[in-house]
């Protein structure tokens, strides 16, 4: 070892001595002292590695040390599930949370979850009550259906519904329809899973109601419709409409199920956006049980909601199932604020992701222009412009939508495109951008109001200045 890497090493102080300094002893008040001890050890352990490998020629700072050794207790009290700000354009992410809540409904949510609550007691007779009849009349009410239950996602729910209905038996699908859900979870592997047995008809690209006629028989216990809610066959196709499939499934005495995918309450037209098929129009075209998500197009927490004949849902909440697929007090909490905004008709105003989607492209340049204004653009070693683009639903819903937005393009002076992403996304508060056209990309569509702030803060931070 040369002399420079032992005069180097010689300059690291023990552990015990840095443990006196002021700043690690008011985190060992904030934390404790073991963490920080380990912090510390941690942190000059690196140091040696990098001296002992020849890349750290510096004198030793306290100053320095004690940064990188907050940095590090920083980064492990933040947790690891942490906020970000989603400059994606992609209004319901899956890998951001998906549907984010207004600040009231969060309060809300928090206050019930730092105190007791009536979450299975019935206050007006004192006894045991059900957890699901704090939203079971607000969803017949929306929907029109006769019962309702909410279990902990949409795969959930479809599994419980065909579990109760179909074990053993056939359920008769559209081969066009057998679609793949997100992380590689496929219907037919859920059908499968649910003791039934998948019953295909038609073909990829065109089924026809006598395919459906053809196979019932005395193992048949369904017919099933499943929206196409995240891709589009487009041409030479031909689909069943449910109200054909649910009265046909009536005249042989069978139950018509549809996997509606993403829980709709208001028309997307209302929006600018192409028509989707809200649950009470599922219902009323003589579907008896539609299964849908509550955390994408919905707005809410993430659940699966079964709505239909009382009939039918009676099975399921006697189903062992429903056990393990049951939704705890802050999921109800949040989807019972999020269908009160729908019944007093505020939902629009009040949701964010409906709010979010009916954001005009005009709207949007004008808080482009603001967050331009905040960042002081003239101030920093970039060149930023303002740049029109494509921003999507996301979250498996309206696939083939585009919606019309503005963006701030970045193109920092002495950072690639793709360091300036990764700075961004380290940073204490992780801005997810997207790197197009050799520039960082922070669509406004997704980025709040009362975020400004931060994302200007978080900007001038990662081009130094």
């Given amino acids: 070892m040369d002399e420079e890497r032992q005069r180097l090493l010689r300059q690291l ?31 000059l352990d690196e140091r040696r590695r990098a001296i002992l490998a020849g890349q750290w020629d510096q004198p030793f700072s306290r100053d320095a040390f004690d940064q990188a050794v907050v940095r590090r207790l920083q980064a492990e009290t933040a947790g690891h599930l942490r906020r970000v700000i989603n400059a994606t354009g992609t209004v319901l992410h899956t890998n951001l949370g998906r549907a984010v809540f207004s600040p009231e409904l969060a309060g809300h949510i928090a206050g019930l979850a730092c105190h007791y609550s009536n979450l299975e007691y019935d206050l007006a007779s004192g006894k045991r009550g059900s957890r699901y009849d ?12 006769e019962d309702a239950i909410v279990v902990n996602n949409n795969a959930a729910a479809v599994l419980l519904t065909l579990a109760s209905l179909v074990p053993g038996r056939e359920v008769v699908v559209s081969r066009g329809e057998l679609v793949e859900i997100g992380g590689s979870f496929r219907i037919p592997d859920v059908i499968e899973q649910s003791g039934g047995h998948i019953r295909e008809v038609g073909t990829t690209n065109k089924t026809h109601l006598a395919d459906y006629e053809r196979v019932i028989g005395e193992k048949t216990a369904a017919l099933m419709k499943v929206h196409t ?36 309450f208001v028309d997307l037209e209302r929006l600018g956006l192409p028509h989707e098929p809200t649950v009470c129009e599922i219902l009323e075209a003589g ?13 809410g927490p993430q659940a699966g909601i079964i709505a239909g004949k009382a009939a039918y849902l009676y ?17 109800l909490a949040g ?14 105003r009040q949701v964010p992701t409906l709010r979010c989607l009916a954001q005009t492209e005009t709207a949007i340049r004008k808080r482009v222009e603001t967050l331009w204004q905040v960042l002081d653009v003239d101030s920093l070693p970039a060149r930023i412009s303002l740049r029109q683009v494509d921003d999507c639903v996301g979250g498996g819903a309206c696939p083939d939508t585009v ?6 393009a970045i193109e920092a002076d002495d950072l690639t495109p793709e360091e300036l992403e990764r700075r961004l996304r380290h940073a204490d508060i992780p801005i997810i951008a997207r790197v197009q056209y050799n520039s960082v990309i922070l669509s406004l569509r997704t980025i709040g109001d009362d975020e400004f702030q931060d994302v200007a803060r978080i900007v001038r931070e990662v081009l130094g200045i």
Wanted: with cysteine.
């Fill in 13 to 43: 102080p023990d552990v015990d001595h840095l443990l006196q300094r002021p700043v690690l002893q008011a985190w060992q008040e904030r934390t404790s002292r073991q963490a920080v001890r380990d912090a510390v050890r941690s942190v």
């Fill in 134 to 145: 704090h939203v079971r009349e607000l969803l017949c009410e929306l929907t029109g259906a």
């Fill in 229 to 264: 809610s995240n891709y589009r066959i487009i041409g030479f196709t031909e689909s069943v409409p449910v109200s054909e499939v649910a009265n046909l499934a009536h005249e042989y005495g069978l139950p018509c199920i549809q996997d509606a995918g993403s829980g709709l």
């Fill in 287 to 299: 579907c008896d049980i539609v299964t849908f998500s509550g955390d994408k197009l919905l707005g």
């Fill in 315 to 331: 099975a399921m909440k006697h189903h062992p199932l429903l056990r393990a697929l049951r939704v705890d007090k802050m999921t």
């Fill in 335 to 348: 989807l019972e604020g999020t269908l009160q905004a729908y019944r007093d008709g505020t939902a629009i």
């Fill in 403 to 408: 919606l019309p937005g503005w963006a701030l």
